[in-house]
């Protein structure tokens, strides 16, 4: 038969253009797979994401080197402090109030590691003492025999010496004394705070001021970070003839 052709599995005569054959239910039709396109994503998600992964990337590496930059803080040493002191002298105002040009060392320990410097001041009869303990790690500063109407001006230097030794890295240490809110003052329970005062040589002092019938009182307050630990002290000592403030700063490094 022309235009026919058989069943390749029953034998069956067919059309030639079956596509099955109704005999067997065989099937000659010829499957075609439709290659699947390739899923591509728009361009914009693309950079969207592309920009949130790098920004995520430079947050971190900011807040590393950040913290890397804190941890690495170099210690204030004596010859630092020379050199930095009239930068924050200047800023906060208080070149009046001393010669920074005296700064040098009166005194010196090995066997307790400290060293005591000093600075002359144009604040009537009251001095500096300024203690670097352990490699520079601690500071002490007081200023001795403040009269009452240059309690403020004494409070500046401390502040300045405070902002010297830690390079700036407190922005509001000029308001320190000034912001009781933020920095709340306290009482200190004894006359005087014991282990400060014998760091800086004054506990005898003290002690012989009250047996002989003079009273002291002491507030505090501490300012403290990652860094640094700060903790100021204003102690009022009173007799019969006259009442003095010395006004100090504890410092030590992390």
Known sequence: MAGSFNCPKCGAALQENAQFCPYCMTSFAVRQEIPKGKEIKPKRTRRIIAASVAAAVLLIIAGIAVYIHIQLLPVCLPSEFRERVPIASEKLGVDELWDISTFESVRSNEKDGNTEYSINLNLGDSFLSLFFYNDAKEVSAVVWDVEEQDVEKAQRLIACITDTYCNNFFTDIDKAFLDNSQYPHEALETPFERY????????????????????????????????YLLSFYKTRRSDSEKTLYDIAVYIEKI
């Open 196 to 227: 400060f005062t014998e760091g800086v040589g004054r506990t005898d002092i003290y002690n012989r001021f009250i047996e002989n019938g003079g009273t002291i009182s002491t507030d505090c307050f501490d300012m403290n970070s990652r860094k």
